[in-house]
Every structure is written in C-alpha cells, then in structure tokens.
T-cell receptor
Framework: GQNIDQPTEMTATEGAIVQINCTYQ??????LFWYQQHAGEAPTFLSY??LDGLEEKGRFSSFLSRSKGYSYLLLKELQMKDSASYLC??????????WGAGTKLIIKP | IAGITQAPTSQILAAGRRMTLRCTQD?????MYWYRQDLGLGLRLIHY???????GKGEVPDGYSVSRANTDDFPLTLASAVPSQTSVYFC????????????FGPGTRLTVL
C-alpha cells in the first residue's frame, strides 16, 4: 500500500529553527509537496520538490532524497503565525496526490 | 469571485437526506478535485475531473457522485447521507491534472446526524 509518515505534533520556540520530516512509500513518484494549514482553514501551497536536493524560499526550505523516500521542511526564524499543521503529499504514478496526516507545529514564545 | 469558492460553509444534515456541495473556480483551471479531511487522517481524494466533461474515482468514492458540465463548477452530491460522511470537504483545482500545484477552496464542514 501507499504510505506517508510524518510526526503528529512538534513544539518549537519563537525565533528558533524546526525540521519536519516526511517519509513515503508510494507506487511511483512524480513530485513531493508541502502545504501549510492553519486551524479551520484550507491548505495553502508552500513548496514542491521533484529532484533531489534543497529548495529554498525565504524562511522555508524543503529537501528531497528520492532514493531514501524522505523529505523535510525546514522553518527558520519561527514566528507565532507559523503555528499550523504542515502536510506532506506525494504525487504517485497515477498523478494523484497521496497525503500524510500532517504535523501540528506549536510555537511557544 | 477570486480563486475557489465553496458552499455552504457548514451544514448539519439528517441521515438519509440528499445533499449537494458546491464548488466554483474562476481561474480557468482544467482539473478539479474533491477531498475529505478527517481528524488523524490525511486528505483523501473522493473524485476528480481532469477536464470538463470527464470525471474519475479517487480513493473513497462510495456514496458520492460528481459532475463536470463546465470548466468552472464541480458539485459533489451525497445521494443518501450517512453519519460516516461527517467530515470537512475541500474542493481543489489545478491548471492541469498531472503536473500542476493544487489550490484549495475554504472547505465545507458537514455533520450527518
């Protein structure tokens, strides 16, 4: 079967750095997405990786290793507004997105 | 309209009733999707449409139907609602069905009693 694993919850301090990991086992691979979802709101797109390596976008970076079935989202200079759930999704061989359950990130002052 | 809209925002429904959730986008995206989101689970695809006039089944299609008469609208119908269909429903769209990023509507919170 297809599986996306992420930690359920993480806590970090304002101003710090946090890394959210995602491991996947899917039938085929056509890219990996990270989305942010604030409580009660819709998911919003953060990043996309299809080749190995690091993609940087301001305070957020995303890394992919296809051989290890692994990705991480790195958030720097954490702000209170970064408190949200972070969803990892893999596009499989049928070009459908398979979603992880999400990681709830709690930022403390 | 800018982006994707969904209606209603929330609804409480008696089991056995028929319900249609509406989704409209004005981005001229070809592909549209319906997901449900339940606590502790990832988003699960119900149905999708890669272009107007075509639809396909996702991971959890039973009890749901869709139509795609035009590019902008993609309604989701529950023919006879059951309590296990209590969930938050998100509509999404992308420029195409294979390579583009999906953008989400605000969601509909549905409770079936």
């Amino acid at each position: 079967g297809q599986n996306i694993d992420q930690p359920t919850e993480m806590t970090a301090t304002e101003g710090a750095i946090v890394q959210i990991n995602c491991t996947y086992q899917t039938s085929g691979f056509n890219g990996l997405f990270w989305y942010q979802q604030h409580a009660g709101e819709a998911p919003t797109f953060l990043s996309y990786n299809v080749l190995d390596g690091l993609e940087e976008k301001g305070r957020f970076s995303s890394f992919l290793s296809r051989s290890k079935g692994y990705s991480y989202l790195l958030l720097k200079e954490l702000q209170m507004k970064d408190s949200a759930s972070y969803l990892c999704a893999v596009r499989d061989s049928n070009y459908q997105l398979i979603w992880g359950a999400g990681t709830k990130l709690i930022i403390k002052p | 309209i800018a982006g994707i809209t969904q209606a209603p925002t929330s609804q409480i429904l008696a089991a056995g009733r028929r319900m249609t959730l509406r989704c409209t986008q004005d981005m001229r995206h070809n592909a549209m999707y319906w997901y449900r989101q339940d606590l502790g689970l990832g988003l699960r695809l119900i149905h999708y449409s890669n272009t107007a006039g075509t639809t396909g089944k996702g991971e959890v299609p039973d009890g749901y139907s869709v139509s795609r008469a035009n590019t902008d609208d993609f309604p989701l119908t529950l023919a006879s609602a059951v309590p296990s269909q209590t969930s938050v429903y998100f509509c999404a769209s992308s420029l195409d069905g294979s390579t583009d990023t999906q953008y989400f509507g605000p969601g509909t919170r549905l409770t079936v009693l």
